[in-house]
C-alpha cells in the first residue's frame, strides 16, 4: 500500500492541463542498454498526435509480444525526455501493484486512438 501522503489539492484548471489520451501499443521491444529493465513502446494516439514513443519499466507484468494492441493511457503535453537510448515522447500511465511491479492504466473496453481524458 502507498504510504505517500496526499498531495494538495488543485485548481481544476491545473487537472485540465494536462492532455492524456488513449493509444495503442504497435511496437514493444526491450532496451538492452537500460539500467532497470525496461522496453521501447510505440504508440499510435490518432491521427491528431500520430505516432509516438516511450520508455516503460513494464518487464515485470508483460512480454513485447503481450504489450502489441494493448491500449494504454499517455501524457502526451509533456517535453520529451531522454531515457537511456530511447527519447520518450509521452508518458505511459500505470500504478503500482502489491509488490511495486508496474501494472498500465486502461480503458475497460477498446475506444477509439486519440481519446482525452475527461
Known amino acids: 500500500m502507498d504510504q505517500t501522503p496526499s498531495p494538495d489539492p488543485i485548481a481544476i484548471d491545473d487537472f485540465l492541463?494536462?492532455?492524456v489520451r488513449v493509444g495503442?501499443?504497435?511496437?514493444?521491444?526491450p532496451i538492452p542498454e537500460a539500467?532497470?529493465?525496461a522496453y521501447r513502446l510505440v504508440i499510435d494516439l490518432g491521427p491528431a498526435i500520430g505516432v509516438r514513443k516511450s520508455s516503460?519499466?513494464?518487464?515485470v507484468h508483460y512480454t513485447p509480444d503481450?504489450?502489441?494492441?494493448?491500449?494504454?493511457?499517455?501524457v502526451v503535453n509533456l517535453p520529451p525526455r531522454q531515457?537511456?537510448?530511447?527519447?520518450?515522447?509521452?508518458?505511459t500511465l500505470g500504478v503500482p501493484d502489491g509488490e511495486?511491479?508496474?501494472?498500465?492504466?486502461?480503458?475497460?473496453?477498446?475506444?477509439?486512438?486519440?481519446?482525452?481524458?475527461?
Open 17 to 19: 492541463k494536462l492532455d
Open 35 to 37: 539500467r532497470r529493465p
Open 66 to 74: 503481450s504489450l502489441i494492441g494493448r491500449q494504454v493511457l499517455c
Open 83 to 91: 531515457v537511456g537510448p530511447v527519447r520518450s515522447e509521452v508518458l
Open 56 to 59: 516503460a519499466q513494464v518487464t
Open 100 to 118: 511495486g511491479a508496474v501494472v498500465l492504466i486502461a480503458p475497460e473496453r477498446p475506444v477509439p486512438n486519440g481519446g482525452r481524458l475527461y
Open 24 to 29: 495503442t501499443i504497435v511496437e514493444a521491444a
